[in-house]
Structure formats: C-alpha cells, structure tokens
C-alpha cells in the first residue's frame, strides 16, 4: 500500500483551490482518502471514503473530495487504496502484565500430548537462568483427553528450577516439587477458602493448585523489577498495535501494573490507551489513590474495580446449579461469601467508582446480578455501568435482566470457539442453553462489549470478530457454528468492538467512532469485512493501527 501520495495530494489541493470552502478551512495534520470506511455510527456498513486529522482528533469526515479543502502544504496525504478502516479495536479485559510476559515465556497452548507438554516445559528448564522460575505456559488438558498434569512428569526433567505453569483459563497451575517446596505447600497444608490442591488417592499434591490455592504460589514466585516490567510492557504494547488494539481495560490483580504504566507515561512510552482495574476488595485504597492523583486522562485511566465469583469451565471451578457431568463430586463454588462481595461492590459504588465482576457458571451469574440490583437501589447514582466480565453461562432470567438492569455483558468470543470442543462433556447437552449466548442477550435488549481475557485466549480482535461471526470451534468439528442460533452479525461483532466497548469505559463522547472531534483512533484492514465470507474473516490482515493520529503499527508491506 502506498501510504504517501503525493499526485493525490496534488489533485485534492486543485480541488479544494476551487472551492470557497477551502478558503476557510483548518488545515488537517493528516487526510486520509480512497478507503471503505465504516464510521462506528452506520447501521449496514461503509458509510465514508476519506476523513482527516488534526492535533490526534478527527477533523472531517466524507469523501475523498470532501477532504481536499483540509490539505495545506504540510498535510500528509495517505491514499488507502480502497482499504477498510474501522474505529480502534478496544479489549475490554487483558492481563497485560501477565500477556505481555508469556510473549517471553514457555508457550503451551498448543502442546496436544503430555509428552509435548513435558518437552516444552524441559526445555525451558534447561535454558533457565539460575535463580529464574519457568512460568507462563496457557496448556489445555483437554487437548490430550482430559487428564490433569501431575508433577512427577517434570519433577526429574526440571529439577531444582522451580516450574509454575497456568492453564489457559489462569484458573489453575502445575506446579513442580521446588516450586512447591518453596511454596510451602505439602500433604499437611489445607485447602484455603476458595480454592483446591488437588491431590492423589494417597492425598499427595499432584502440584495442580485451583483458583485460591494458586495464590500461595504467586507469594513464592519473585517480583519483577520496575525496569523488567517497563520492557515487558513495552513488548506488550507493540504487539498489540499490530494486533489492531487501540486501548485496553488491564484487570490487573495489584497496583504495581498501574504505577508502570504511570511510569511509562512520564517518559513519553506509553503506546496504547489503558483502563488500569484494580482488586475490588481494596475499594478504599483505590478511593484514596483517587483523592490524591485523580482518574488520569484518556491515554492513562483508573478508577475501575475487578472482582470474582466463581472460577472457570475448565477447571471445573465456574459456580452452577447442578454438578459437572464429568466431575459429579462438584458444582463449583463461589470464591467468597456473597454478602462480602455485595459489601465492596457498595462500596466502590458508593464512592464513584467503576465496578466489573468476573461471573462464569449459570449460578454466579445470577447471583451476581442480583448483586448489582441491590446495589443500584441503594447508592445515590443512576449511570453505574456495571458490567459481568465473560457472562458465559446464563439462565433465561439472566439473558433478560442485562437490558433490564443496563448491565454490560463483557463478553470473550474466542473462549465460545475454543471451549466448544469440550464444554458439552463438562456440562451435558441439556445444559448447553445459555451458553455464550451472545445472540440472545442482544436481541434481548442487553449491551455486549468484546475482548480477549488474553493471555487466556489469543489477543486479536479480528479472531474475536471471527469466532462471534461463525461459531466454527477450532478443532474444525462445528462447520455450521457450535450452537448456531447465537451467531451474531459482522456489524453487531464491530460495534461490541468499539461503540459498546466505548460506552462500557464511560467514553462514548471521544471514542468508538470516526468522528469529527473523537479522538483519531483507527485501524486499517486489507479486507472489507462486511464483504468477504465470514469464514475467511480470521485471514484478515491489520495494515495499520493509528492511537490519538500517531501511528503504532503499519505493516512492511
């Protein structure tokens, strides 16, 4: 694509020299023609061909035409060669810290054998430097059957490297003999509130630690220095750029997150726009923090409280009504009592602060909503904006009650087309209603906002699109979509992308669109996606990714 063009620029400047118009004028930073652009605000598609950009916001909006009176003599003028362009891509939920650092550490998502999965993690040991911890990982028991690790695969084969490896759900982790070791964790040590040490039949940890019980691993694992952690960042951010991501909402699990994007921001490093989410059991700290720095500005954000229910599907630790088909010994449970939850959910609330709580299984999700209707009735504040982070399981009730209580559902496409493959084994086919049912609560009214949960699942929107649009799981076996009636259309995958994404951060006045005064967040696509065959959608290629009219990421090509 040629993205400087100066015979364009040349004719536009005729043009607008003919027009009284042009008299008058502002002259744009930058113009952009000849593309297929959806503004965020059509209802059936492109709706634009050319818009400009001054001082990182949107000047004008039209046609190629149209922009020639906002060309001087120092515009940078980008023929788009007939490209797609939509408003910047935003997550509503990553681990930044914990995505950007697997991009460094062993990768298991794809090991589909034990013995793959031995391998890799052997590998890693073997490169290890001394005193480093092997972590990362994201493997799928699912892949090989079902059958949960068990530290004696790579007890002999790590040795003294301490290994804690999540599952690709971050509810659950391997870890090795060191690692427990240093843990403190042995055949005396009870199960804390919340969480499961698996053991064998003779009750020895099998190093699989469940939800709560793996943050007696986080206390053993040594922190990251500031300087690491700005570098790891730093990989992050550049890798979501080329993804097509404009800005993210980061549930973090602590405060150190925040104060390095802080810190990146001082220095003139921050690259991506971040929604900074803190514990919501630490509402008091985050009110004060608040008191003494404010909120941020539209580059750097905080203010937001994430807080639990259950745990997840795969680990058979998400909260339903009836126990699991394959694990009839339990239903899940909660991670906390639910009148301590509903306290710092009022809290936060009380003091102006922005509440999102992950709610999985069919019972969490209708807890936590009545959860929020209490809260709505009894705090002095209309526009709450709640929202369920995954919604994944919902009764009839549920589906209907987001639209009744303006709940957002923050949903995770990607998590349908990759739990497809195994979710009815865990759930039994009578159950399968109601899951990721993202059809049915939009037509029932209810707000959906899309996103990642990377490192869970992969960061790219355009799969997100991809998943939502077809339903096709990845093992190939669902060609017509898995649970079909909750496809959804390419503009309603668009939207939850941006338009809704922009609502759900209380930024739907200067994001979500191209628009003239929004801020000049876009991404260009080498395919029109309203177009093409909704299964060819995940080929789609990001060719440029521009936050604030700064480009982050443009393609070689």
Excluded at 171 to 190: Q, R, W, Y
Aim: glycine share 10%.
């Amino acid at each position: 694509m040629t993205f400087k063009t100066v015979f364009a620029a040349f004719c536009l400047l005729l043009l607008g020299a003919c027009g009284q118009e042009g008299q008058n004028a502002e002259t744009a930073d930058r113009v952009f023609t000849h593309g297929q652009i959806w503004t965020g605000g059509a209802a059936k598609g492109v709706d634009a061909e050319a818009f400009a950009v001054k001082d990182g916001k949107v000047l004008a909006v039209g046609s190629s035409a149209d922009m020639a009176a906002h060309i001087g003599a120092d515009t940078d003028v980008i023929d788009l060669e007939g490209a797609f362009v939509v408003p910047g891509l935003i997550d509503n939920h990553v681990h930044f810290f914990e995505g950007s650092f697997t991009l460094t550490q062993v990768q298991l998502r794809d090991a589909a054998t034990p013995e793959e999965f031995t391998r890799r993690i052997a590998e890693a040991a073997a490169k290890a430097p001394e005193g480093a911890w092997v972590l990362g990982g994201n493997w799928d028991h699912e892949l090989w059957g079902g059958e949960l690790p068990d530290r004696t695969w790579i007890d002999e084969l790590t040795g003294d490297v301490p290994v804690s490896v999540n599952r690709l759900d971050g509810h659950m982790v391997l870890a090795n003999s060191k690692a427990l070791e240093l843990a403190g964790i042995d055949e005396t040590t009870p199960d804390p509130e919340g969480g499961v040490i698996v053991r064998d039949a003779d009750g020895r940890p099998t190093g699989v630690l469940k939800d709560a019980a793996m943050f007696m691993m986080d206390k053993a694992v040594p922190a990251p220095s500031d300087d690491r952690m700005d570098e790891v960042y730093r990989m992050g951010m550049a890798y979501a750029a080329k993804m097509g991501v404009t800005q993210v909402r980061d549930m973090a699990y602590n405060y150190r997150s925040l104060e390095a994007y802080r810190r990146l921001k001082s220095k003139d490093e921050l690259a991506l726009r971040i929604y900074a989410y803190t514990p919501l059991d630490q509402w008091q700290r985050m009110a004060a923090y608040v008191d003494e720095n404010g909120r941020g500005d539209d580059m750097l954000r905080w203010g937001g409280l994430k807080g639990f229910v259950d745990g997840a599907l795969g680990s058979t630790t998400a909260w339903m009504y009836q126990p699991y088909a394959d694990a009839p010994e339990t239903s899940g449970f909660p991670l906390l009592p639910m009148d301590e939850l509903q306290e710092s959910v009022l809290g936060g609330t009380q003091v102006g602060l922005h509440v999102a709580v992950h709610g999985i299984g069919f019972k969490a999700n209708d807890m936590l909503l009545d959860i929020f209707e209490n809260v709505a009735e009894r705090v002095d504040r209309k526009d709450l904006r709640f929202s369920i982070e995954h919604a994944q399981h919902l009764t009839e009730s549920a589906i209907k009650r987001f639209a009744e209580l303006d709940v957002t559902a923050s949903m995770h496409p990607f998590h349908l087309i990759d739990d497809g493959r195994w979710a009815e084994k865990r759930l039994g086919k009578d159950r399968l209603k109601g899951t990721y049912a993202i059809g049915s609560v939009m037509r029932a009214g209810g707000r959906v906002s899309f996103g990642s949960d990377w490192p869970v699942a992969p960061l790219d929107p355009i799969m997100g699109i991809y998943a939502a649009v077809t339903r096709r799981t990845t093992d190939g076996a669902n060609p017509d979509g898995w649970i079909p009636d909750e496809k959804i259309s390419v503009l309603d995958a668009l939207r939850a992308y941006t338009v809704n994404n922009a609502y759900a951060s209380y930024q739907e006045d200067r994001l979500g669109l191209i628009k003239p005064g929004y801020l000049a967040d876009f991404v260009v696509l080498d395919a029109n996606l309203f177009d093409v065959d909704p299964v060819t959608i995940k080929d789609t290629k990001v060719l440029r990714t521009v936050i604030g009219g700064i480009d982050r990421y443009q393609a070689e090509d």
